[in-house]
């Protein structure tokens, strides 16, 4: 899904001054140097040291040619060392560096002081390099509709996703097929060694859940530890899984609409959230007529909303937004809201060309544009809201130069206990996903968000989430339960409409809390 994390990748760089296949056995890989920490500290992590690590390119050649790592750390301070601690934010394609210092800090104190909490960007990834930037401003505004309302719009966009594919062949021929969650995976096991640890102990959100789940099928004997929250479905990698995604983000997109009903006090907007519903899409309509501020075309509408999707709390500076143009034709806020959560800098086409570059690898995507297009408008007439977006988000895997990897299950009985976390109306990692990733890792508890619609659930202000994570982070306890759930949780409290103090604050911030720092889409 997309990688909208404008703010950690920005920091990164201020840094440096459904399954995919699976091999039988893992490749050799190379002994990596230790690595030469030094000081990155930033004022919210004063103690966050920076460091690289050279790995193959191709694991399978480890005297080959090399690549090189971005690592960040949270060193420990207690005299308990449980060993380090990777964290990744998801994408494919999101920055780790910044996210190992939010862990560290979001952590009870008592238990991140055991780890040295490690950070990474991916090969391809922020301050990693070679740095894959395909093409830029694939997303400059103002796009066209995402909706194709003749063919040859919808022919105008498809060879859009082609040129974008042909351009990541020419540009990275030697690159493409190394970049992979597989590769990533050995490449985590490069870094332990660079570490000098026996085992790893992970954390991962979103695209990251997958990510730790084929490390674990490759090397389960150095996995000590194992948190996926958010999860993706394993068995759906990758096509199938986005069409799941549309039809919970056109729910999760209704329960906004629903939210605003309950506060008509505030927006003005009516209490019936189907009229509020068909209200937005006037306002998409109109959008798509005249872009706000030549900005904010209908494209760009649904990039920001989306958003919205991932996080209840962009809930009232969207509701804000909206309100403000239905009621005054104001797209001051509409534009404030787009930059702080869809614009796309350099970094962002970085992410974007990695996403597309490990989604369109990692396994098989149909190559007759027939196939999408037929799936999309089924998807469409009932799920409008986010069907077109994410089809051309995804659409230059059907055009992708080279061949796609074989998918394998990555079901596992070689593992100690590991904890999954899920939300029960997760968009962006359906809750079905939550449930196969529990059947398929054996000795796993899973720990479910009754109603819980956010994406990356833990370390967000869920004290009983929270409580689970710390108690198996300490001494590697679990919950044991009967049927899908091991542990059920409260959801968190929805937002409420912002105060005048918070509209000021909301209008300056890109996201500093966990959401801000997740890799999207995934």
């Known amino acids: 899904m997309r990688t909208r994390a404008a703010v950690l990748c920005a920091a990164a760089?201020?840094?440096t001054g459904s399954v995919t296949a699976v091999p039988a056995q893992a490749a050799p890989t190379a002994p990596a140097a230790t690595p030469a920490w030094k000081s990155c500290a930033t004022h919210d992590y004063p103690t966050l040291q920076c460091a690289s690590v050279r790995v193959p390119l191709d694991h399978t050649h480890p005297a080959g040619a090399q690549i090189t790592l971005a690592l960040s750390r949270v060193p420990h301070t207690a005299p308990t060392f449980q060993g380090p601690l990777l964290v990744n934010p998801g994408g494919p394609g999101g920055s780790g560096l910044i996210l190992a210092g939010f862990v560290a800090s979001a952590l009870p104190r008592s238990v991140a002081a055991q780890y040295d909490i490690i950070g990474f960007d991916p090969r391809g990834v922020g301050s990693s390099t070679p740095v894959v930037n395909c093409s830029a401003g694939r997303f400059k505004p103002v796009r066209a509709d995402t909706?194709?309302?003749?063919?040859?719009?919808?022919?105008?966009?498809?060879?859009?996703?082609?040129?974008?594919?042909?351009?990541?062949?020419?540009?990275?021929?030697s690159v493409l097929p190394y970049i992979d969650t597989v590769n990533a995976a050995q490449d985590m096991d490069s870094i332990r060694q660079a570490l000098g640890a026996p085992q790893i102990n992970y954390f991962g959100y979103s695209y990251g859940t997958y990510l730790g789940a084929v490390y674990a099928k490759l090397f389960p004997e150095r996995v000590r530890r194992l948190v996926l929250d958010s999860i993706v479905n394993p068995t759906g990698v990758w096509y199938e899984d986005n069409l799941g995604q549309d039809y919970a983000?056109?729910?999760?997109?209704?329960?906004?609409?629903?939210?605003?009903?309950?506060?008509?006090s505030t927006y003005r907007l009516g209490t019936d959230p189907k009229r509020i519903e068909a209200e937005w899409y006037a306002m998409r309509a109109a959008l798509a007529k005249?872009?706000?501020?030549?900005?904010?075309?209908?494209?760009?509408l649904e990039d920001t909303f989306i958003r919205g999707g991932y996080y209840n709390g962009y809930w009232p500076q969207l509701a804000e937004?909206?309100?403000?143009?239905?009621?005054?034709?104001?797209?001051?806020?509409?534009?404030?809201?787009?930059?702080?959560?869809?614009?796309?800098?350099?970094?962002?086409?970085?992410?974007?060309?990695?996403?597309?570059?490990v989604g369109c690898r990692d396994a098989a995507w149909p190559r007759d544009w027939k196939r999408w297009e037929q799936d999309t408008w089924a998807v469409y007439a009932k799920a409008p809201f986010m069907a077109w977006n994410n089809a051309w988000y995804n659409a230059p895997c059907a055009f992708w130069p080279g061949d796609s990897l074989t998918p394998r299950n990555v079901a596992n009985t070689?593992?100690?206990?590991?904890?999954?976390?899920?939300?029960?109306?997760?968009?962006?990692?359906?809750?079905?996903?939550?449930?196969?990733?529990?059947?398929?890792?054996?000795?796993?508890?899973?720990?479910?968000?009754?109603?819980?619609?956010?994406?990356?659930?833990?370390?967000?202000?869920?004290?009983?989430?929270?409580?689970y994570l710390a108690a198996y982070l300490t001494d590697g306890t679990v919950p044991h339960g009967t049927g899908?759930?091991?542990?059920?949780?409260?959801?968190?409290?929805?937002?409420?409409?912002?105060?005048?103090?918070?509209?000021a604050a909301s209008a300056s911030s890109r996201g500093s809390t966990l959401h801000g720092l997740l890799g999207f889409r995934r």
Not at 148 to 161: F, L, R
Not at 249 to 264: G, K, P
Not at 329 to 357: E, F, I
Request: include cysteine; hydrophobic fraction near 40%; glycine fraction near 8%.
């Open 414 to 467: 070689e593992l100690p206990p590991t904890l999954l976390f899920q939300a029960t109306d997760d968009a962006a990692t359906p809750y079905p996903g939550g449930v196969a990733a529990h059947r398929l890792l054996d000795r796993s508890s899973l720990v479910v968000e009754q109603g819980g619609g956010n994406h990356g659930i833990t370390l967000s202000g869920n004290a009983c989430l929270d409580r």
């Open 147 to 173: 909706v194709p309302a003749t063919t040859a719009m919808e022919q105008d966009s498809v060879k859009g996703a082609q040129s974008f594919a042909a351009a990541c062949g020419a540009k990275y021929a």
């Open 484 to 503: 899908d759930a091991d542990a059920v949780c409260p959801k968190s409290p929805d937002p409420k409409p912002l105060t005048e103090t918070e509209k």
């Open 290 to 300: 005249k872009p706000a501020g030549g900005q904010v075309g209908a494209a760009e």
């Open 13 to 15: 760089a201020m840094l």
């Open 321 to 357: 937004a909206f309100a403000a143009y239905v009621h005054d034709k104001d797209t001051g806020p509409l534009l404030t809201a787009y930059q702080s959560h869809a614009a796309v800098d350099s970094s962002g086409d970085n992410g974007y060309s990695v996403y597309a570059a």
């Open 249 to 264: 983000f056109n729910d999760r997109h209704r329960a906004l609409m629903a939210w605003i009903a309950r506060y008509d």
